[in-house]
């Protein structure tokens, strides 16, 4: 019997087992087609996650930036804020104090339908409340409510309730600011004859009280007055 030599024999066994010790780490080390495929699917919903986050920290930073930055522009005039609602201040309490006396008079009215003696107090309510009331509510507060509405087209949002409520004050604020002027001057050029009369008197004295009401020209202050302030609005916001 032939004799192998030590080292011939180690040599022998090395060269038997190192095909094992290679297919044994490609089994360990190269992934499956399948199992490449997640890898790969896992990774891109990673780098889209973590794309979709900075775009939104970007966004959530722009917005803030917007935020802070427009109030900070009017805080030399006494505005910290960009909400309209805000920014009017005690006026926004008148508003809602006048919408609970125009609740009770649409009951009274109501009442005075079927029951005729509700019908004197009804009237007298009435007399009293238009148009006195609400015009020299709106001809006193008109530059709060100009400035205002002005401000809040900065930051115009319709996202929560809050945000709906705001733009739909500011769109009536803006709405009196843009009619109110050529409403006076069209209703004081136009009822000139019949302005010392005593229902006229009662419901529109607040536009005319203490002008000349016999020459023309006189009538057009209440008209310069509300646009001079309207002017002061735009220089102020956005110049």
Known sequence: MDVIPTGDLMEWMFDFTKPWEVTTDQTVDEPTSGQGDARVLA????????????????????DEATVLEIPARFQTIGYDSINF?????FLFVFI??????????TSFWLLSLCWDRAH?????????????MPLTFGLEGYIEFAVASFINLHLFHWI??????NSVACIAGLALTVSLPPFVLWFLVKNRGKLNQKDNKQKFSSLYEGL??????????????????????????FL
């Open 160 to 165: 929560t309730i809050s945000d709906i409520f």
């Open 43 to 62: 990774e891109a919903e990673t780098e889209m996650e973590s794309s979709s986050k900075v775009e939104a920290d970007e966004s959530d930073e722009a």
């Open 120 to 132: 004197p107090y009804y009237k007298s309510l009435y007399t009293s409340i238009f148009w006195n």
């Open 96 to 105: 809602l104090l006048f919408a609970v006396i125009l609740t009770v008079l």
């Open 212 to 237: 000349e009401k016999q020459n023309v020209w006189g009538l057009y202050f209440t008209f310069l007055f509300l646009v001079k302030r309207l002017i002061i609005a735009v220089v102020v916001v």
């Open 85 to 89: 609602i805000e920014n009017i201040g």
